[in-house]
């Protein structure tokens, strides 16, 4: 679907190989600059948020819509629920960092040792959307969810490059890759945990679903399509 002349679609599938590649980027950001972006959160934006607050979930909703948009394959991003995922992600033991190490020292690393940031996924998420907001506001005196798609598309792209700065020093391509990241996560996981909403991601691709007895089709259908309406975790509860 193309909107404003930009084939969101097109952006999406070419963005896979350098958010991969952005999430584990080496960085270096002192413990001050982190805390710095640790501020108080102010009141999730609604009873359907248990983390984002107004702003953010603004920011997460525009975010997620202008990446998947609505076309004839599925719906748009928050008709699938991704921000619903990605707010969940970020209030759960990910966001919070339950299984990553943050004691430090926090020097610059090498690409391939992974995230390096004194930060907890949801904290960078929350400095990320502020310091990205902030650039928007000086780059076209608007927040990122009031640009028009030309302009979201700016911003992603200087985001997954690098080409955007940060006054605080927080690696744009970092912050990029962890939201693609999770807006890859909520598009194709199981919907018990509030993206892909009515299966409509896997429905499009054709993936079954997670029921263990599929192999015993594989001689039934070889060289045939398997059309099967998919399952998911609360249909085998």
């Known amino acids: ?11 999406l599938k ?10 584990t980027a080496a960085v270096g950001m002192t413990p001050q600059a982190a805390q710095a972006q640790q ?31 609505a076309d004839q394959y599925s719906p748009k991003g928050t008709d699938l629920g991704i921000n619903i995922y990605i707010d969940r992600a970020l209030a759960g033991g990910w966001g919070k960092g339950d299984r990553l190490y943050m004691q430090g020292p926090w020097k610059v ?3 391939n040792q992974g995230y390096q940031l004194p930060l907890k996924p949801a904290d960078l998420y929350r400095a990320g959307i502020a310091a990205t907001n902030a650039y928007c506001k000086k780059t076209y005196g608007k927040t ?9 598309q700016e911003v992603l792209v200087g985001l997954q490059g690098n080409k955007i700065k940060f ?3 927080l690696p744009t391509n970092t912050f990029f890759g962890t939201m693609y990241q999770t807006v890859m996560e909520g598009m194709f996981a199981d919907p018990i945990y ?41 249909d085998l509860s």
């Open 14 to 23: 070419g963005a896979v190989a350098g958010g991969a590649v952005a999430t």
């Open 194 to 234: 509030g993206g892909n909403r009515n299966k409509a991601v896997w429905k499009m691709i054709g993936f079954p679903g997670v029921v263990a007895v599929h192999a015993q089709n594989i001689e039934k259908f070889r060289d045939k399509r398997y059309v099967v309406e998919p399952l998911g975790i609360a």
């Open 144 to 152: 990122f969810d009031q640009l028009p798609a030309a302009q979201k």
């Open 167 to 169: 006054d605080s020093g």
């Open 109 to 111: 690393g090498h690409p």
């Open 1 to 11: 679907m193309k909107d404003d002349g930009i084939n969101r679609r097109d952006f």
């Open 39 to 69: 501020k108080p959160a102010a009141a999730p934006a609604s009873p359907g948020y248990s983390y984002l607050n107004l702003e953010e979930a603004a920011f997460v909703e525009a975010m997620v819509d202008h990446m998947i948009p």
